[in-house]
Every structure is written in C-alpha cells, then in structure tokens.
C-alpha cells in the first residue's frame, strides 16, 4: 500500500469557524509534511513531523496548527482563516529523514475560505 | 538549496520521447536531483531521481551532465496521462525539505 488519504477532499469554512483536515498513511513511514498549494504555483512546505516531533515550521501563521497523534496520523488544525488561506492542502510522508527518499504524497484537501 | 530554472511549458506528439531540461548551476556537491510531477487536481507524483550518473526506472531516464550544472529528463515514449507540470528540485541529501520551482507544463497532444 503505498497511498497517502487525506480527508475531506473539500471543505469550505467561514473565517470563524474551526476546522481539522486529516491525512493518513500505512506505508511505516517516519515523516510526514504539509504542503500549501495555491492556484498556477508550485507546492509550498509548510510543517514536517519527523518520527512524530515537529522538525520544521516555515513560520506559519499561528492559525494553522499541526498535530501528529500516531505515526500514522496527522492533522492539520485550522482556526479563524482568511479568506487567501484558500488553497490546496497537500499532505505527504517519506520513509526516513536520514535517507534520499521520495515523498509521497496524498490527493489534497481543497480549501475555500468565506 | 539550489535553484532550478526550467522551462515554462513545452509540448510533445504522443509516442515520442519528452525531453524536459533543467539548470542547475549552482548545484553542490551533495546535492541530489529529483523529479517530480502534478497531474492537475492530484497530488505531485516522485519519478526519479540522481547524483551524478545517469539513472533509468520504469517512468522515466534521467541524464546529468559532467558538471552536473543542468539535467534533462526522459519521457521514452510519452502518452496522453503524461501531461503534467513537471518539477526539478535540487536537494541536500537527508533534507527534509522538497523546495519546488515553478515547473515545466508538458502538454502530449495526439
């Protein structure tokens, strides 16, 4: 099985409201990454867990929050978005940080903010 | 990490062998050369990869200059599912972090 899920695959939330966006993987992987995807532009790194720590955080708005619950779980907590948040979240993971291994990543989580 | 500089967008008849070029002068002597493609509306998609020798899977080729400053993949026999936004990325080795480019957008025509 070498699929990454992400749910839901679209969302749509008012900028009060609280939401959580699911990515899952059974592939044993140890890392796993969330991906900001505007419309016309290339993938954005946003967070990295590694072995289910965060490793990396490109300065993300406080309003975006990620959790690792298991190793092969990660959620991405959204709370009182705007409106330019509205983007394709991608979510993906790779075997170990320490090896020159691919990323796989999962369909995406349309996001529209209103 | 290094920058890439490919192409906007290039177009290929099916059948026939894609070659999408990438620069990458800057690029450091532990740093990889990965590909990467975005079938529209799904999730990028790994392909290859390399250091310096060329490399070969059952997606694509990968040929990397001597100096290492630019590489081309090869589609061998491109078909209509091959049209895509492809991406070179350079990377240290061990490194968490994909940075992508702008890409190059392969349409294959018929």
């Known amino acids: 099985d070498t699929e990454v899920t992400q749910t839901p695959k679209h969302l749509v939330m008012g900028m009060t409201n609280k939401k959580s966006l699911k990515c899952e993987q059974h592939m044993g992987h140890r890392a796993m990454y969330w991906y900001k995807q505007k419309a016309k532009k290339p993938p954005e790194l946003m967070f990295v867990y590694s072995y289910e720590k965060l490793s990396i955080n490109e300065s993300v708005p406080s309003r975006f929050s990620p959790e690792c619950p298991n190793s092969s779980l990660l959620n991405l907590h959204l709370h009182a978005l705007q409106p330019e948040d509205s983007a394709l979240y991608l979510c993906a993971s790779s075997q170990d940080r320490a090896l020159q291994d691919e990323q796989y990543f999962g369909p995406g989580t349309r996001l529209t903010v209103t | ?110």
């Open chain 2, 1 to 110: 990490d290094a920058k890439t500089t490919q192409p906007p967008s290039m177009d290929c008849a099916e059948g026939r062998a894609a070659n999408l070029p990438c620069n990458h002068s800057t690029i450091s002597g532990n740093e990889y050369v990965y590909w990467y493609r975005q079938i529209h509306s799904q999730g990028p998609q790994y392909i290859i990869h390399g250091l310096k020798n060329n490399e070969t899977n059952e997606m694509a080729s990968l040929i990397i200059t001597e100096d290492r400053k630019s590489s081309t993949l090869i589609l061998p026999h491109a078909t209509l599912r091959d049209t895509a936004v492809y991406y070179c990325i350079v990377r240290y080795t061990g490194f968490q972090k994909l940075v992508f480019g702008t890409g190059t957008r392969l349409l294959v025509s018929p």
